[in-house]
């Protein structure tokens, strides 16, 4: 209980940078730790009490192992994870060419 | 049955062939893609007339069976939002050849284009959920990147803005998807409702739905969270625009809730009326906002983005009412919208190539220049109205009929009175740049334009003159794959049994 | 960007080969121990990023190295396809796993396990390491 527990804490500090914070970087750090901490909610609910890694490592093995399906989700979603983070870095980058910063108060020519 | 899976494989395919072809022979690209969305559309004329026969077709993705496998199960609605992506896809792909040509690395955005095409259909098809997480995630990277993709300033920005509201909405579902895991130990979406229905609506099913609903509605830009939608898609190039508009917002967020909320957690009216009042509620609540909004734009895009805004409240308001004139009027909205919109922004498109601008005050006059798209215009602008016999009118005299006959009389009044608001700011576009005389200077759009946006009006008249064919054949047993309810899961494991 | 010291520039030519055997044995090795085809493709991109962090890109390779990575990417998709596509033409359902699934634990099982794993593995090395270099090395951006 105490570890789902950390993992809302880990989650509400990544929407807490999210919403409060005014650098870009800062909001793309606080993307990281949302996504770190959906993984890790996803691959503790797989955990099952006193079984093993889910590989087989001999040919008659008894099939006692936490639930393999969670792992194989979390891998897709680091890799999703990937995908979005990169896209949002060029686009930062982008954005401190065009307007030599970083504030998100100071990005603001599209209004109405 | 083996064309289910060609629905996303043919544009991933493409998508990854492009690059190559982009070294050897550009010129080949846009064949190659005109070529690839009209056998999509091909391939979706053939789905709607299979799905006539059988109501569900389910393909097993290397012959798992159900709950182990991954699974596409395709009915009648899934059927119809092919097709609807289809026409947009290519009426878009015939457009970007000259638009895009203002534009730097060509090959790139076709690789988007066929990218975005590819999650679309994914997302359509598919009776997995976390399979449709990942088709939803394809789809809204590449949306991201297409917004930005003439990299000036505010295009970068919108990009960005568009980006953060999007990403909270992808990870608030996928949080969903973990908690619905934790309970019910299954993905696939028929398993998922039968075990929902064991469990009964707890707290905790209303509050796994709850935040579903929260990231589809960032996703389709209903009124709290609609703040992206009027930056991101006048910056996005015009065939994109029109694609967001038209159908994007529709397959992220309008599809993927109806699936959801009638066939996955199998509400109704009957059992949980609230709930669908609340839908009622935030439909009209888009519908008025972004309409009162739009009427003081002076960008056309960005008036356009606000009235996809409140269009798709109507779209909202069909599902609330939730019986069957109401479910088939918001599905028939979905196509009249998504071809009514997607000429609006390909008028647009045309305008600013010829023009170079999109501030409606400078632009007057374009009404002699440019007569196919001035005439477009006033296809689209009077099929969202809602004026006879153009699709539009049956689309909003459906979910009219539908409030009627559930007894909810006011309804019906204030939605035909907030069509005012369409006719207001429509006109408002009409008025400045077509019909006054003026000095704008403009060139008439180039032929391949011309040719997209008289296909789009084509099929608008062609579909309102003939809308009991369309109601018979299209929405009606879309509509009927909805209100089945928890029949979807009987079906699918039924199909898989009898071995289609 | 200026490449680092003699001491990093001769490790370097020295230690690419080996992080890059290591990639291809953690993907070749995808159902058998944990890794495939993703985590042995960022080794991968880790080895060529490796060699453009060191030497800097004075020498000038960047334009071949992003185009030959955009090539190996299409190249790792299309052949994952391809490979889905197989199972559909040779055996009748989209991703079927139709190669003779032999011994369990030996290199050579599993199916159509480890072609996936290799072509996913070359499209992610090759994805990673063109994300590096548009972010990283090409010139235009950070330009003050």
Same mark, same amino acid.
């Given at each position: 209980?105490?570890?789902?527990? /950390? ?9 807490? +940078?999210?919403v ?24 503790l ?7 093993l +890694? ?27 994870a ?26 603001r020519?599209?209004?109405? | ?34 070529l ?19 109501? #569900? ?39 970007? %050849? ?10 790139? =955005? ?10 679309? #259909? ?42 953060v ?28 409702? !039968? ?15 709850? #935040? ?9 830009a209903f ?38 909320v ?5 509400? /109704? ?32 895009k ?20 939730? !019986?069957?004139y ?8 979905i %196509? ?64 009219? %009929? ?20 369409? %006719? ?28 997209a946006?008289?296909l ?11 809308f ?27 199909s ?5 | ?47 060529l990023?490796?060699?453009?962090? +060191?030497?800097?890109?004075?020498a ?11 090539? =190996? ?13 197989a ?7 989209? =991703? ?12 050579? /099982? ?20 063109s ?14």
């Amino acid at each position: 209980m105490i570890i789902f527990l /950390s993992c809302i804490i880990l989650f509400l500090i990544g929407l807490y +940078a999210i919403v409060t914070k005014r650098n870009l970087i800062k909001i793309v750090i606080g993307f990281a730790f949302i996504e770190y901490a959906i993984n890790l909610l996803f691959a503790l609910i797989g955990f099952r009490q006193g079984m093993l +890694a889910p590989i087989i490592t001999q040919v008659d093995m008894p099939h006692r192992f936490v639930d393999p399906i969670p792992q194989a989700l979390v891998l897709t979603a680091i890799v999703i994870a990937l995908g979005t983070t990169a896209l949002m870095l060029s686009v930062v980058l982008r954005i401190y060419n065009r307007y030599k910063t970083f504030d998100i108060a100071e990005i603001r020519k599209l209004k109405g | 049955m083996t064309f289910i899976p060609l629905f996303f494989v043919l544009p991933l395919a493409a998508a990854f062939i492009i690059p190559i072809l982009g070294k050897i022979a550009k010129s080949l690209i846009w064949i190659f893609v005109t070529l690839v969305s009209f056998a999509l559309f091909i391939i979706a004329l053939y789905g709607v007339a299979v799905t006539q026969q059988v109501p #569900m077709l389910v393909y097993k993705m290397g012959n798992w069976p159900p709950p182990l496998g991954i699974v596409m199960a395709f009915d009648s609605l899934s059927a119809f939002m092919t097709l609807v992506i289809s026409i947009l896809v290519f009426a878009g792909g015939v457009f970007s %050849l000259r638009y895009m040509s203002h534009y730097t690395g060509q090959w790139k =955005f076709y690789t988007l284009y066929m990218l975005i095409t590819a999650g679309m #259909m994914g997302i359509a098809i598919t009776g997995d959920l976390f399979n449709m997480f990942v088709f939803l995630e394809i789809a809204a990277i590449s949306s991201y990147a297409l917004v930005a993709f003439g990299v000036d300033a505010e295009e970068l920005e919108a990009s960005f803005k568009y980006m953060v509201m999007g990403e909270v909405g992808g990870l608030t579902f996928l949080l969903a998807i973990a908690l619905l895991y934790a309970k019910t130990s299954t993905l696939n979406l028929a398993d998922i409702s !039968n075990s929902l229905q064991i469990i009964g609506q707890t707290p905790f099913f209303w509050m796994v739905l709850g #935040m579903m609903l929260f990231a589809f509605s960032i996703k389709a830009a209903f009124v709290p969270f609609h703040s992206w939608l009027p930056d991101a898609h006048p910056a996005a190039p015009a065939p994109i625009s029109s694609l967001l508009s038209g159908i994007f917002i529709k397959v992220l967020g309008m599809y993927t809730i109806a699936r959801l909320v009638f066939n996955v957690f199998g509400l /109704s009216r009957a059992n949980a009326p609230v709930f669908f009042n609340v839908l009622i509620g935030i439909g009209l609540l888009s519908i008025a906002f972004a309409g009162v909004t739009a009427l003081s734009q002076k960008d056309y895009k960005r008036l356009l983005g606000y009235s996809s805004v409140s269009q798709v409240g109507y779209i909202m308001l069909g599902l609330g009412i939730g !019986n069957y004139y109401g479910v088939a009027g918001a599905i028939f909205y979905i %196509l009249a919208h998504a071809l009514g919109k997607g000429l609006l922004f390909l008028t647009s498109g045309s305008v600013v190539y010829a023009t170079g601008t999109r501030d409606i005050t400078k632009l007057a006059g374009l009404g002699e220049k440019m007569s196919t798209t001035a005439w477009s215009f006033r296809f689209g602008e009077l099929s969202l109205i809602g004026i006879p016999p153009l699709v539009g009118f049956f689309a909003k005299y459906y979910i009219v %009929l539908g409030a009627l006959k559930i007894g909810f009389w006011w309804l019906a009044v204030v939605a035909i009175a907030l069509s005012v608001l369409t %006719l207001g700011y429509l006109l408002k576009i009409e008025n400045n740049v077509f019909m006054k005389k003026g000095k704008a200077q403009a060139k008439k759009a180039p032929f391949t334009m011309r040719v997209a946006m008289v296909l789009l009006v084509v099929l608008i008249v062609l579909l309102g003159i003939g809308f009991q064919q369309v109601v018979d054949f299209l929405v009606g047993p879309a509509a009927h794959a909805l209100l089945r309810g928890v029949e979807y899961a009987n079906l699918v494991f039924g199909s898989v049994a009898l071995g289609f | 960007m200026k490449g680092m010291s003699l001491i990093v520039k001769t490790i370097t030519t020295v230690i690419i080969g080996f992080i890059f055997i290591y990639g291809i044995y953690i993907i070749l090795h995808g159902h058998l121990t944990p890794g495939g085809g993703f985590a042995g493709g960022v080794i991968i991109a880790g080895a060529l990023i490796l060699r453009i962090l +060191a030497f800097g890109t004075e020498a000038g390779s960047e334009k071949k190295s992003e185009k030959g990575a955009s090539i =190996f990417e299409s190249i790792g998709a299309l052949l994952f396809i391809g490979i889905a596509l197989a199972g559909l033409f040779l055996a009748g359902t989209f =991703f079927l796993n139709f190669i003779p699934k032999g011994i369990p634990l030996q290199l050579w /099982s599993a199916g159509i396990i480890p072609f996936c794993n290799i072509a996913i593995g070359i499209k992610v090395g090759a994805g990673l390491f063109s994300i590096f270099l548009a972010l990283a090395a090409v010139k235009y951006v950070m330009e003050d």
